[in-house]
């Protein structure tokens, strides 16, 4: 029962390189996340697996039968897009039923299921309204509740979230996990840009850049040990500073001559060039020693201010918990503490994660 | 993609449309290489007898002329007074629902009755026109017995028939036209002149050039006011080749020679439409429109 | 000053507008007097309203001719003429707009130029083939004849202006039919087609426009059997015009599509033309 993809890669003359050679296996009844940039090619990947997107080489198939073989409308593939597609001249209950019709249910039984569906996304007072007077959230859920009604095996959802309002999206989050949970035998592949979605929702996480999937696994090992420089930055939200330093006699040293000790964890590497990463909440602002640095930017958000430090080895961001009265321009000193430092090769490769079952 | 699902689509138009006007037009490249007319069976070879007669036949070329002359001032006119009264119409006046049906009135009459009507008119002892001069005090006009106030007639007929045609495609491009760009300029404070000239025109460029072109398309086939107001005259004073081709095929029956004409006509009309069609094209391209 | 400029334009085009349909109406009721002999203006006043014009073109005894038959003819003529444009020309432009055709070097581009370009094609050049070509099929002076001919002028037409209207609607509406089970053809009838209907009432109203006014085919093509109203008015033309009875059959004969004015204007202001005009 499972979506398997193998060495599946697109090229256009536009864009270049869309998909690259991505192989990987979806198993049914987990929620599978794909988390990158905008152009990382997360909704290339779903509109390939949907026949959307035609493929160069490569296979996709999905128990057993190739999907080369099958046109869009055999796959069997349900898609929620970021942009509400509903059907703007059917009415809600018209919209529910419409997939089911064309997979042959007869009439009676249609409207059973849709009524079914639309009761659990809570729009069972708008039957008969067209799409064009419903609000965008309501939009989403008669796009949801078509997708789910029709308990197809593949259900693919672009970013459904992302173009609602804050409280709604965190409402429906919850209300996702509990949808997919409870469809055990279809494969659900998910999209976002947000790293906290993901890391809500995802039993396993697919981390893509450049039309690659760089990393995949669950939600704490992505997070706790990003693969590259290229994964830790796509997961940190907020993001994650990385500075080049080199390692000699028994030191760390930034690039403008700041140096801290070596922290155990990373003893044992040669001496030589590296990056090290560090969390934005790890970082602390101190009253004197550290790196020192100006302040270029203030965000306050939500209950957190972020700040953006110009130090002379590189950009640092820090986060603050509360909301704290610094301004730009102001000269801050930060602490890197040592403990909470990745290591990154010059490639990009992880060396050392703060979080690993430590040595 | 999906196999024949593309071609579903495309071919049945496509194919009808082909099978309509290839094989008349084929039919008619090879009649002009003869001497036919309807009344033998076969068709002969005479090489290229007929073009050559073309080349030297005066009239042809004078009608060419007159109706390039004629199709660019009737358009020009037809645009600049299309565009006024759409500019009108859009949010300029009062009563805008019943001006907008009035002024699209004239493209909805059938035009060679229209010009029927206006042969009534025009015409020199009994029409509508002298009559309204003599009135006034004013000397009644030879409207279709001389040839520069026939041709002043005919252009007063093509401009009324389709100046609502130009009406109504700038219409509906201003109605459609988004209303932040005015917003902005009533912020700053732009004069009526110079919200037209910075902000309206540009952003109908790309509209005002289609309607030209379609307008022109159909310009370049004047017939319907030629052959029911003037019948081309005074004698040829305001012939357009549809009127003359229809007269020497249709009328006088020398079908070959009339098909290389028309043939002729049709070839220059496409070459004339193209350039005209680029040179907008690359018109439009610097504004960054 | 400006307004009175304004005012003074929007005055003086109305009146142009309206003359010749006003001084065809007033002829329409004149007795032959008050055209013979010098232009006669205002009812009542200048000439004695008669009905002769009008009841020699209707059915009756002082019937002259009868314009209903062809007024039928163009009825039958232009819906044919319509209904054929509008369904295959649609159906092309929804391919244009939808999928990529690529024969050799011929792009989307070019075909929708072909089909565009057919507008170009003055009448006066096929009308000795489609003469000839109908005369084989025997098809001249017939209904189907005069309908096949009017398409070929009409669908490039609909074509020009469905294309742009397909392309505005957004194409995941059909990915979505697709996707929940439809082919191409069902998701094109079952939900695009649905939404279509401001442009094709449009398209439409064009091909009835231009399909009720052609005389150049319906002269050559056609002689007793078909006779469409514009050319059996034209016919009217004696050696005496009786511009009476002309006046009366063209202001019978445009007051269907000048209903159709009210009709485009209401489009215009519900702004569904927008998107189709461009």
């Known amino acids: 029962m499972s979506l398997i993809l193998k060495n599946v890669s697109v090229t256009t003359e536009k864009d270049g390189v869309i998909l690259d050679d991505i192989s990987f296996e979806f198993k049914p009844g987990r929620i599978y996340i794909l988390i990158g940039r905008t152009t990382s090619g997360k909704t290339s990947l779903m509109r390939a697996i949907a026949g959307l997107l035609p493929i160069d080489s490569g296979e996709i198939t999905m128990n057993g039968v190739d999907f080369d073989e099958k046109p869009i409308w055999e796959r069997d593939v349900a898609v929620v897009y970021q942009q509400f597609i509903n059907y703007p001249n059917k009415t809600v209950l018209q919209n529910v039923e419409f997939p089911l019709l064309r997979k042959g249910l007869k009439k009676t039984e249609a409207r059973e299921v849709a009524l079914a569906s639309i009761n659990k996304v809570g729009l069972s007072d708008y039957l008969d309204r067209k799409p064009s007077q419903l609000s965008g959230g309501q939009q989403q859920r008669v796009a949801l509740a078509r997708s789910l009604s029709r308990k197809s095996h593949i259900m693919l959802l672009d970013e459904p979230l992302m173009n609602l309002d804050y409280k709604l999206r965190e409402q429906l989050r919850v209300e996702f996990k509990e949808i997919f ?15 906290p979605e993901a890391l809500i929702l995802g039993a396993e996480i697919l981390v893509m850049h450049e039309g690659r999937i760089v990393q995949f696994g669950s939600p704490t090992e992505v997070y706790e040990q990003p693969q590259s420089t290229t994964v830790a930055r796509v997961i940190s939200d907020p993001p994650m500073s990385i500075l080049p330093v080199s390692l000699a006699a028994g030191e760390i040293r930034f690039s403008d ?12 590497f040669k001496e030589g060039r590296y990056e090290v990463g560090i969390r934005a909440n790890d970082i602390v602002s101190a009253k004197s020693g550290g790196e020192k ?33 610094v301004k730009v321009g102001e000269s801050i000193s930060i602490e890197l503490p040592g403990n909470r430092l990745f290591l990154f090769e010059t490639n990009g490769a992880l060396c050392v994660s703060p979080d690993s079952a430590g040595e | 993609m999906k196999k024949g699902y ?8 496509l194919i009808l449309l082909i099978a309509i006007i290839i094989f008349p037009l084929l039919f008619t490249i090879r009649v002009t290489f003869s001497s036919w007319n309807v009344s033998q069976s076969g068709l002969n070879f005479i090489g290229g007898e007929n073009w050559s007669e073309m080349v030297r036949d005066t009239r042809y ?11 660019f001032l009737t358009v020009a006119i037809q645009y600049a007074l299309g565009f006024a009264i759409a500019l009108f119409a859009w ?15 004239p493209m909805m009459t059938t035009p060679s009755l229209m010009a029927i009507i206006w042969r009534s008119i025009f015409t020199e002892d009994i029409g509508a026109l002298n009559g ?13 017995t001389e040839s520069g106030p026939a041709n002043i007639a005919i252009t007063i007929v093509e401009v009324w028939q389709w100046t609502p045609f130009m009406f109504l495609i700038l219409l509906a491009g201003l109605l459609s036209l988004p209303k932040e760009p005015f917003m902005a300029a009533a912020i700053d404070g732009a004069s009526a002149w110079k919200t037209f000239a910075r902000v309206t025109f540009p952003m109908m460029a790309p509209i005002s050039i289609g309607a030209i072109m379609i307008r022109l398309i159909d310009a370049s086939k004047i017939f319907d006011s030629v052959f029911t107001m003037t019948r081309g005259g005074p004698g040829n004073a305001t012939e357009t080749p549809a009127a003359y081709i229809f007269q020497r095929s249709l009328q006088d029956f020398q079908i070959a020679y009339g098909s290389t004409l028309a043939l002729m006509y049709l070839i220059l009309a496409i070459l004339t439409l193209t350039i005209i069609g680029k040179v907008f094209a690359r018109l439009s391209k610097p504004r960054g429109i | 000053m400006y307004k009175v400029l304004k005012a003074t334009f929007i005055t003086i085009w109305s009146l142009f507008v309206l003359f010749p349909i006003m001084w065809a109406i007033t002829t329409s009721f004149k007795p032959e007097s008050a055209v013979v002999n010098g232009a006669t203006f205002i009812p009542f006043l200048e000439f004695q309203p008669s009905l002769i014009g009008w009841k020699a073109i209707l059915p009756g005894p002082d019937s002259l001719t009868n314009l209903l038959t062809p007024t039928l003819n163009s009825l039958i003529v232009t819906a044919g003429a319509t209904a054929i444009s509008l369904i295959f020309g649609s159906l092309a432009a929804y391919g244009l707009s939808r999928f990529t055709y690529g024969w050799k070097n011929y792009s989307n581009a070019d075909i929708i130029f072909f089909f565009v370009s057919q507008r170009i094609m003055p009448p006066v050049v096929l009308a000795i083939p489609f003469f000839l070509l109908l005369k084989e099929l025997r098809l001249l002076d017939t209904h189907l004849g005069l309908i096949l001919v009017l398409t070929s002028g009409l669908m490039p037409i609909v074509v020009w202006l469905m294309v742009d209207f397909f392309n505005a609607l957004p194409r995941e509406i059909d990915e979505m039919a697709m996707l929940e089970g439809c082919n191409p053809i069902q998701a094109f009838f079952r939900t695009i087609l649905p939404l279509s209907k401001p442009g094709l009432t449009v398209a439409g109203m064009f091909c009835v426009i231009f399909g009720w006014n052609d005389i150049f085919f319906a002269l050559t093509l056609t002689a007793t059997k078909v006779l469409t109203l514009p050319v059996a008015v034209i016919a009217l033309n004696g050696t005496v015009t009786p511009y009476w009875i002309l006046a009366a059959s063209t202001v019978f004969s445009i007051i269907p599509l000048v209903g159709l004015a009210f009709v485009i204007e209401r489009f215009l202001s519900r702004g569904n033309l927008g998107g189709a005009v461009r």
């Open chain 1, 257 to 268: 001559g700041y140096s801290q000790p070596i922290p155990a964890k990373m003893k044992n």
């Open chain 2, 6 to 13: 593309p071609r579903f689509f495309l071919l049945p138009g």
């Open chain 2, 91 to 105: 949010k300029g006046i009062a009563a805008r629902r019943f001006f907008r049906v009035l002024w699209l009135i």
């Open chain 1, 293 to 325: 640095g100006v302040i270029s930017l203030v965000e306050v958000s939500g209950s957190e201010t972020l700040v953006y430090v110009d130090t002379p080895a590189g950009e640092v961001v820090l986060q603050m918990e509360g909301i704290h009265d």
């Open chain 1, 181 to 195: 949970n409870s469809q055990k035998d279809a494969v659900t592949i998910y999209a976002t840009t947000e790293p």
């Open chain 2, 61 to 71: 070329w004078g009608s060419l002329l007159r109706l390039f002359y004629l199709s």
């Open chain 2, 132 to 144: 309204l001069l003599s009135r006034v005090g004013l000397n009644p006009v030879n409207w279709l």
